[in-house]
């Protein structure tokens, strides 16, 4: 079977995270890497043939089937675009947009392009977040009433020093909202199966007065959000992304009228799940992913492999359960209800 061709967009998450999961990946290849300043010397050190500065360097400059954009989020719309001009497959990371109409943009343009594209939601493949999905497809928690998702992190505490940049800009689609809370609200709309009727909430800066190694600057961004989605027949999901705690933890509830399923633990990757009703707790035991033994590179290396396999059968034109784009879109309309975006 001939390897799907990939160029990585972004030195930063896209070198930690994508590339390990790719280059460990039977079904890519990465031929070529697009960052400003570090392209070249990582392609060194990582054995990627081709180096450009640019997504559109890098479409210009080799011959690619598939494109991953990891760039910062001010330049998602652009990389995607370009990507699609020429029917490239494209995985965007989260946040997928700046605003709602960069959204919509890509959302149409994908529609015209007719290839595989996706987002790269990758915490849906955490064995105990996939168990809570197959028990409410199953029906085991009807009827549904209350979706609970908190994520406690100490990264933004007064103290906490890290590196000023595009991330403390709001104008540049920094901040917590889209670095954490895209993936909780995209967690309740997959448990839900269905996109909210109705979204509020709220962004919060507790700490403006940010420091780095080079002194004082001011954060411009949320560094805790917060929102509430309302569903049909009853329910509704109560979400949380706070990194100015002291503690580090995780947890994600479906509560239904006769049952409850709960995951917990100090971080996403790391949770035990647990069956609640009227008589007994259980705890449930939950199959690893294919790709566990590679969580010693990046606890969501295997997360994205198997994120990763749902794009190759996308390409492929197979059946598959890669977020999409449209699921993007919605998840973005959220994101601008409680205040994100330029």
């Not at 168990?131 to 549904?144: F, T």
């Not at 209350?146 to 991330?167: K, N, P, S």
Request: overall charge negative; proline content about 4%.
């Amino acid at each position: 079977m001939q390897k799907i061709r990939i160029g990585i967009v972004g030195a930063g998450f896209g070198v930690s995270t994508h590339l390990p999961a790719l280059q460990a990946h039977p079904a890519f290849e990465v031929v070529a890497l697009a960052s400003p300043s570090t392209a070249a010397q990582i392609a060194r050190e990582r054995g990627i043939p081709h180096a450009f500065t640019s997504c559109q360097a890098m479409l210009a400059g080799c011959d690619l089937d598939a494109v991953t954009v990891a760039s910062p989020p001010f330049t998602h719309r652009e990389d995607v675009l370009a990507s699609l001009a020429v029917y490239k497959h494209v995985l965007c990371e989260k946040p997928f947009a700046l605003d709602v109409a960069g959204a919509r943009n890509m959302v149409e343009a994908a529609a015209v392009a007719g290839t595989a594209c996706g987002l790269s939601h990758e915490f849906r493949f955490v064995p105990q977040l996939a168990a809570i999905k197959e028990l409410v497809v199953h029906r085991h928690l009807d009827p549904l009433r209350d979706v609970e998702i908190t994520l406690l992190r100490r990264m933004l505490r007064r103290a906490e020093q890290r590196a000023r940049g595009w991330w403390f800009s709001r104008e540049l689609g920094g901040g917590y909202a889209g670095a954490i809370l895209s993936h909780v609200i995209d967690l309740a709309d997959w448990l839900a199966a269905e996109s909210p009727q109705r979204s509020v909430g709220l962004l919060r800066t507790a700490n403006v007065e940010r420091h780095d190694h080079a002194g004082a600057f001011k954060s411009t961004v949320d560094d805790g959000a917060f929102g509430l989605l309302e569903y049909r027949e009853g329910l509704v999901a109560r979400l949380s992304a706070d990194a100015t705690t002291a503690v580090e933890s995780f947890t994600c509830a479906v509560h239904g009228e006769d049952r409850t399923a709960v995951a917990s633990g100090n971080t996403i990757t790391n949770l035990k799940l647990f069956s609640i009703d009227d008589d007994e707790t259980s705890e449930l035991e939950c199959k690893p992913s294919p790709y566990a033994r590679f969580a010693s590179v990046n606890a969501s290396v295997p997360l994205l492999m198997e994120l990763y396999d749902e794009f190759a059968k996308k390409i492929d034109g197979k059946a598959n359960v890669l977020p999409t784009f449209e699921e993007g879109l919605v998840t973005q309309q959220a994101l601008q209800s409680i205040g994100y975006g330029t």
